[in-house]
T-cell receptor, first 115, second 113 residues
């Protein structure tokens, strides 16, 4: 089974500063990679995904992520954060070879943007 | 096109009661996934269903939990004789095909008193 590690459980950052949220996964085989955002008491919203092709993926709300196969990482970045980015962020991995394509989630990173 | 619907959004049960959580997938989606999110944790896969079939239930607890996705109507996650440890947020996701993007519902927050 896959495992996903989000090393930082909490990340405080000042408004308009850059941020990077780290994600590492266990498998060296081809995987699909996702970042989701969860606002308080809400469901998950897809920020971006990597299925194949370019290793730099751009998503909604100005976020981007880079797939690094050799380091099995998929770190999320934003050059300038806004107060409204305060939320929980989850990295997820799925195995496209496996019927069912269940997602494996990290434990989440709580991003707090400080005014 | 409405998104994935889950109801109720909040559910309170006493120990020993039954909890029924409902999930209506997006229109045109025939694949449903249930995940559980315990406090301070990420989502954990529970079960994957297609219409009238359970495809993968490797994440389901062996006892008290069951899931169905009938030909007509929503998918149901059923928890019998709930215990305090069942308190969590339960999320449903749906997809058009097994290798397509999963869309998540808003979740049902179960509290067991």
């Amino acid at each position: 089974a896959q495992s996903v590690t989000q090393l930082d459980s909490q990340v405080p950052v000042f408004e308009e500063a850059p941020v990077e949220l780290r994600c590492n996964y266990s498998s060296s085989v081809s995987v699909y990679l996702f970042w989701y955002v969860q606002y308080p008491n809400q469901g998950l919203q897809l920020l971006l995904k990597y299925l194949s092709g370019s290793t730099l993926v751009k998503g909604i709300n100005g976020f981007e992520a880079e797939f690094n196969k050799s380091q099995t990482s998929f770190h999320l970045r934003k050059p300038s954060v806004h107060i409204s980015d305060t939320a929980e962020y989850f990295c997820a991995v799925s195995d496209p070879r496996r019927t069912g394509n269940q997602f494996y989630f990290g434990t989440g990173t709580s991003l707090t943007v400080i005014p | 096109n409405a998104g994935v619907m889950q109801n109720p959004r909040h559910l309170v049960r006493r120990r020993g009661q039954e909890a029924r959580l409902r999930c209506s997938p997006m229109k045109g989606h025939s694949h449903v996934y249930w995940y559980r999110q315990l406090p301070e944790e990420g989502l954990k896969f529970m079960v994957y269903l297609q219409k009238e079939n359970i495809i993968d239930e490797s994440g389901m607890p062996k006892e008290r939990f069951s899931a169905e996705f009938p030909k007509e109507g929503p998918s149901i996650l059923r928890i019998q004789q709930v215990v305090r440890g069942d308190s969590a947020a339960y999320f449903c996701a749906s997809s058009q095909d097994w290798n397509n993007e999963q869309f998540f519902g808003p979740g049902t927050r179960l509290t067991v008193l």
